[in-house]
C-alpha cells in the first residue's frame, strides 16, 4: 500500500511540474503577445490586440506540444519548424488586404516576429522573449515616430480632379507628374454632368505630396480638385 501511495504521489509531483510549467508558458506567450498587439491596436492597426495574442499563444502552443508530442529531438524541431510558413501565410494575407499597394509590410513582420516569441516562451527562454517584445515595442513606437517627424514614410493619396475636357485632364496630369518625376496609379474616368470626373492615385513622400497638390490646384485646367483619401505606409 506504501509503495503505491509513493507511486502515485510521484506521479502526481510529475504531472503538476509538467502542468506548471506549460500553463506558465502559454500565460507568459499571451501576456508578451497582448502588449504588443495593444500598441497595434492603439495604432488601429489591421492586426491588434487578439491577433497578435493568438499568434504567440499558438506558436507558443505549438511548440510546447512539438517537444511532448514528438518522439525524437529532430521529430520536435521538424514539427515546431511548421510555425514559420503558417505566419508567412498569414502575413502575406495582410499584405494583399490593400489591393495590390504595398502597405501592410510592417504589420506582416510584426506578426512573424510575434510568432518568434511565442516559440522563445514555448521553450522556456523568458529573458529572451522578454528582450525581444521590449525591443519590438521600441521599434514599433520610436522608429515609427521618426519617420513621421522626419517625413520618412510614404504614402498613396488619392485624387479626384474634374473638368470639361477628358483630354486636357489627362496631359495636364501627366505634364505635373512628369515634372515632378512621379507616376499615376489607379486611373478612374467617369462621367458627371456637366463635368468629367477623373480619380486617381499618386504614391509619394509627404514633401512630394503637398507640391503636386499645390501644382493641381494652381492648374487653370480643372475645376475642381479634391483629394480623397491617404493611406500610409508602414
Known amino acids: 500500500m506504501d509503495t503505491i501511495h509513493q507511486s502515485l504521489h510521484l506521479l502526481w509531483n510529475e504531472l503538476s511540474g509538467v502542468l506548471s510549467s ?10 508578451l503577445g497582448g502588449i504588443i498587439g495593444l500598441e497595434r491596436q492603439l495604432r488601429h492597426k489591421p492586426a491588434g490586440l ?34 514559420i510558413p503558417g505566419i508567412g501565410f498569414i ?33 522556456g527562454l523568458y529573458l529572451t522573449a522578454c ?11 520610436l522608429l515609427g515616430r521618426l519617420e513621421r517627424t522626419y517625413a520618412l514614410r510614404t504614402a498613396l493619396t488619392t485624387y479626384e480632379v474634374t473638368g ?27 462621367s458627371a454632368d456637366p463635368d468629367f470626373r477623373l480619380v486617381f492615385a499618386v504614391d509619394c513622400e ?17 475645376a475642381a480638385v479634391t483629394p480623397l483619401a491617404t493611406t500610409e505606409h508602414e
Open 206 to 222: 509627404r514633401e512630394e505630396q503637398n507640391v503636386f497638390s499645390l501644382r493641381l490646384h494652381e492648374s487653370n485646367v480643372f
Open 131 to 141: 528582450f525581444a517584445t521590449a525591443i519590438i515595442l521600441i521599434a514599433l513606437a
Open 164 to 190: 470639361r475636357n477628358v483630354d486636357s485632364m489627362l496631359r495636364e496630369v501627366n505634364r505635373i507628374l512628369n515634372e515632378e518625376k512621379l507616376t499615376m496609379q489607379r486611373v478612374h474616368l467617369a
Open 50 to 83: 487578439r491577433t497578435n495574442m493568438f499568434i504567440c499563444f499558438g506558436a507558443a502552443m505549438f511548440t510546447v506540444l512539438s517537444r511532448q508530442l514528438a518522439g525524437t529531438e529532430a521529430d520536435s524541431a521538424r514539427i515546431a519548424a511548421q510555425i
Open 91 to 123: 502575413g502575406a494575407g495582410s499584405i494583399l488586404h490593400s489591393r495590390g499597394s504595398v502597405t501592410g509590410l510592417t504589420t506582416a513582420a510584426t506578426l512573424f516576429v510575434v510568432a518568434s516569441v511565442g516559440m522563445a516562451v514555448g521553450g
Open 22 to 31: 506549460t500553463l506558465t508558458r502559454l500565460v507568459v506567450a499571451a501576456i
